[in-house]
C-alpha cells in the first residue's frame, strides 16, 4: 500500500475511532486526523513486530484495519489523558 493509502486509511480509522470515544477532544478535526494517521502506523508496526502478521498490499485487508482502529483508539485515549479537555 502506497503512503496516500495509509494517510486515507488512518484518515478513516481516526474517524471510526472518534465515532467508538465521543466527545470533545483537544485538537478537534485536525488532531482527530493526525492522531488517526498517527494510529495506523503504530498499529501497523505493532501488528508486523509482535502479532506476526504482514503488512497487506491491499488496502480492503481486515486485519490491518483492525490494526489501524486500535491504534488509533489507544492513541486518542492517550491524547485525552495527557492533554485533557482544552475547551472548558
Known amino acids: 500500500m502506497s503512503i496516500i493509502g495509509w494517510i486515507i486509511l488512518g484518515l478513516l480509522a481516526g474517524a471510526i475511532a472518534k465515532f467508538l470515544l465521543p466527545g470533545r477532544d483537544p485538537g478537534g478535526l485536525l488532531g482527530t486526523t493526525v ?20 503488512i497487506s498490499k491491499s488496502f480492503f485487508d481486515g486485519p490491518t484495519w483492525v490494526a489501524a482502529i486500535g491504534g488509533s483508539l489507544v492513541l486518542l ?8 479537555n482544552s475547551r472548558d
Do not use: P
Not at 35 to 54: D, K, N, P, T, V
Open 77 to 84: 485515549i492517550a491524547y485525552r489523558l495527557v492533554f485533557g
Open 35 to 54: 492522531i488517526g494517521i498517527a494510529g495506523a502506523f503504530i498499529g501497523g508496526w505493532i501488528s508486523s513486530r509482535w502479532l506476526h502478521h504482514e
